[in-house]
């Protein structure tokens, strides 16, 4: 029986927490219902409580105050997803309800718990039940119950724990669409994997893991030793899968020298470590997905980032440090998150003043987005997501700079867009809020990519590599043809009647196919403006704005 838990023991809980997420990650992610490729709630939650296991090992703090502290912080930065924000949030309310304590007995604890879960409800502008929000709060009013007339903190755990069991077992009846598809809400089940390893290390039944001393170089360090020299193909792409099957990598590398260079293939027992420079990184994924699910995805432009370097002064200054925060020249500053070399060198022609690369399989952290904000030299940085799994990420970003932070959020990278030619430095902070918010909400993007998986959702039987076709969110259906989806496609754009299309072609798309899908929308809407450009974004065939 134990009564108290310390700052070495929160410790270790947090470190198996972050252990156990880890190893169950990929459970969680396949508990997700929509088929599309994502930055899946497994993924997300496993990197922000990993922010904060690093930032343990690192500090090693005295006290529970220091060490809910630590955790907290480098939660809220590290937030990723959804998911991740929201995790953050629980941790954040947690930590301010242990505030000054050297211990905590299961009153103090529970409430701190308690304390996490109204933080998280206030930080979601519309709170859905069925979700982690209902299994966290089932959860500590369990342990809140039995802390009234226990002393066992082991056993308040294990009360939260049945609680917030059975709150996810019924999170299929508060949610429609987990009930559609027969599955449990993903991120209320990570969280019991948290509780449940918490449990485990108090209990002494689980035992953090040292950080890895790899028996042979990291992957990273490998891609490290490349020359870039000649620039011969765009994208520098990264990714890990977790092998399942018997698929040799081989096959895999020899895939890869077929569409790119600088190919390094790690074949590390479960997983597999790859780096390419390629010109279709979605190619490279969507190969990658033969081979098991992706772990992590890192893509980055390199003809923009060796363009920076040749463009820049011999004198040029330092790059800044992390903390490092520009003196406002002006009033008004965007930062923007988008991935793709069209869509970033248009969102520079439209005067943005920080990108972020991301979206879609690649959310970015709240550091990340911070690290741009306090990077621009404005008085009030207008912050666009470009994706609604990065909204609550980016609004983080307020409570960690001098700077004011305004997120206008946009679900869309065409939103983002339209965002920025409606850009009006003349206008005061609320009239140009305004005309964000207003000019936003007129845009509908229609979205063409690939199932990841197969899934059975919204009444169609999907196969994984099937065409999808998506409209504001909303999935028109699952097609074996490019020709299928644009009949389909094509009858609900009618209903909006687009005086304006914009098509945005991806990585994967040649300039040939794109002009053969543009026509076919220009023949069917001859009355509106059609214009195609290339976006060069991973994921995505097409990317479609009707206004």
Known sequence: MREMI????????????????????????????????DGDTGTNMSL??????NELRKKQPAT???????????????????????????????????????????????????????????????????TILTVSRLASAAAEEFAADGSDIELMLTRAIDAGREAVANTTELNPVLKRAGVVDAGGEGYI??????????????????????????????????????????????????????????ILREFLEGIGDCVVVVDDDEIIKTHVHTNEPGRALTEALTYGDLATVKIENMRIQHTEQVNAAPAAEPEPEEDFIAPAEKKYGVV??????????????????????????MNPSTED??????????????????????????????????????????????????????????????ELTEVFNDVISGVHTALVTYAARDSEFAGYD??????????????????????????????????????????????????????GFSNVLEARFPDAELTLLSGGQPVYYYMISAE
């Open 369 to 430: 987005i911070l690290r741009e904000v306090n990077r621009t030299p404005a008085e009030i940085v207008y912050v666009l997501p470009n994706n609604k799994n990065i909204i609550m990420a980016a609004q983080q970003c307020a409570r960690l700079t001098e700077k004011k932070v305004v997120v206008i959020p946009t679900r869309t990278v065409p939103q983002g867009i339209t965002a920025m030619l409606n850009m009006d430095p003349a206008l005061d902070e609320e």
């Open 6 to 37: 310390d700052g070495a023991s929160f410790t270790q809980m947090v470190l198996c927490a972050a252990d156990a997420l880890e190893s169950d990650k990929q459970r969680i992610n396949d508990l997700n219902v929509f088929p599309v490729p």
């Open 48 to 53: 922000t409580l990993s922010a904060a296991a």
């Open 193 to 250: 994997v948290i509780l449940d390893a918490m449990l485990a290390s108090l209990e002494g039944r689980a035992v953090a893991k040292r950080e890895a001393e790899p028996a042979k170089p990291a992957a990273s360090n490998v891609f490290a030793e490349f020359d870039e020299g000649e620039i011969n193909f765009t994208y520098c792409t990264e990714f890990i899968v977790e092998k399942r099957g018997s698929k040799s990598p081989m």
């Open 462 to 515: 999907i196969k994984a590599g099937q065409y999808l076709a998506l409209l504001d969110g909303a999935l028109i259906g699952s097609f074996a043809t490019l020709d299928e989806l644009l009949e389909q496609l094509g009858g609900a754009l009618d209903e909006l009647s687009p005086e304006f299309l914009s098509v945005y072609y991806g990585s994967d798309v040649t300039e040939e196919e794109a002009l």
């Open 64 to 130: 529970l105050t220091e060490a809910a502290d630590a955790a907290a912080g480098a939660m809220l930065r590290g937030a990723r997803g959804n998911s991740g924000v929201i995790l953050s949030l629980l941790f954040r309310g947690l930590s301010k309800g242990l505030k000054g304590l050297e211990t905590a007995n299961p009153i103090e604890f529970s409430a701190a718990m308690s304390r996490g879960v109204r933080a998280a409800y206030k930080a979601v502008m519309k709170p859905t039940e069925g």
């Open 336 to 361: 923007s998150v988008c991935a793709g070399e069209g869509f970033e060198k248009l969102f520079r022609e439209l005067g943005v003043d920080g990108l972020v690369s991301g979206g879609q399989t």
